[in-house]
């Protein structure tokens, strides 16, 4: 069975600005009512993939697409047959979510969750 795209995350040296600029680009809701302010987007558009945007953590901005599995470590390996890295081990987030994230031979990160 395939993986479907189930999220894309903007990451950006500065998030405020970045919320800002796709709520009046796009007319998205962005709600950062969450401990890490992390902007959830609802488009209100009735169809597509949900998407966040936060802080970047090493001071680079990226997106990251994040994959729907039911065995990331499974996908992490077949990843590093394929000339992949492992960036982040399986680790549970939430009691229902648990994420991973590789990079492919290009060094571009991809997200894997399981419950999200």
């Keep these: 069975m395939a993986n479907a795209i189930i999220h894309v995350e903007i990451n950006a040296k500065d998030s405020k600005k970045e919320q800002q600029f796709y709520q009046e680009l796009f007319g998205w809701h962005i709600d950062t009512n969450n401990p890490m302010d992390y902007g959830m987007i609802d488009t209100h558009a009735g169809a597509g993939i949900g998407g966040g945007i936060g802080q ?61």
């Design 56 to 116: 970047a953590r090493d001071g680079r901005s990226f997106v990251t697409f994040y994959v729907d599995t039911d065995d990331p470590q499974k996908i992490l390996d077949r990843a590093e047959r394929l000339g992949g890295k492992t960036i982040m081990k399986p680790t549970q987030v939430r009691p229902d979510l648990t994420l991973a994230m590789l990079a492919d031979p290009e060094g571009n990160v991809i997200g894997l969750s399981k419950g999200m």
